[in-house]
């Protein structure tokens, strides 16, 4: 089946700072979405971005399909951006995949 | 409207003893899906409904773990005979299309 990675696995950043999460997945997909779970487990849907690239506030996302990776940008970070970053990508069927996830940690 | 709901939010059980979970889509969402969440790691696929139709249970991880969704609406997942390795949080997700929305997920506890 599809295999999902993210980079960095950690990340650690002073609130202000702007960071870059990747997403790679092994063969073609025809949904790629973004999730941040919070530190109450609640997976809060950020992007759904098969391709092209999407914004929405201090967010944003880039997916290049025929590369097989996406980017999500988060720009002055804030110590509510804190939590698990997830990439999730489905194939031609129904079985979303998701990747290990980015933790991320906002120092104030 | 609101999201997609799920109860209990916690549950524990003694190993051996049937837990039910359930969930509530979002109305109108056609797709439900069932996935299971290990302490540490992403969401993993359990099963996969399109309104009363069980299309994908490929996930379930034994015949111990069963599904359904009898009316197109709420459905249930339930597991047999709990064991300690069933303790994770069990996650819903509902679809009209292609992007899912995720319910607050049950803890399970099997002690």
């Known amino acids: 089946g599809i295999q999902v990675e993210q980079s960095p696995p950690d990340l650690i950043l002073q609130e202000g700072a702007n960071s870059t999460l990747r997403c790679n997945f092994s063969?073609?997909?025809?949904?790629l979405q973004w999730f941040h779970q919070n530190p109450w487990g609640q997976l809060i849907n950020l992007f759904y971005?098969?391709?092209g690239t999407k914004q929405n506030g201090r967010l944003s996302a880039t997916t290049v399909a025929t590369e097989r990776y996406s980017l999500l940008y988060i720009s002055s970070s804030q110590t509510t951006d804190s939590g698990v970053y997830f990439c999730a990508v489905k194939d031609y069927g129904q079985n979303f995949v998701f990747g290990p996830g980015t933790r991320l940690s906002v120092l104030p | 409207g609101a999201g997609v709901s799920q109860s209990p939010r916690y549950k524990v059980a003694k190993r051996g003893q049937d837990v039910a979970l359930r969930c509530d889509p979002i109305s109108g969402h056609v797709s439900l899906f069932w996935y299971q969440q290990a302490l540490g790691q992403g969401p993993e696929f359990l099963t996969y409904f399109q309104n009363e139709a069980q299309l994908d249970k490929s996930g379930l991880p034994s015949d111990r773990f069963f599904a359904e969704r009898p009316e197109g609406s709420v459905s249930t997942l339930k597991i047999q005979r709990t064991q300690q390795e069933d303790s994770a949080v069990y996650l819903c997700a509902s679809s009209l299309s292609a992007e899912q929305y995720f319910g607050p997920g049950t803890r399970l506890t099997v002690t």
């Open positions: 971005i098969p391709s």
């Open positions: 063969d073609s997909v025809n949904n």
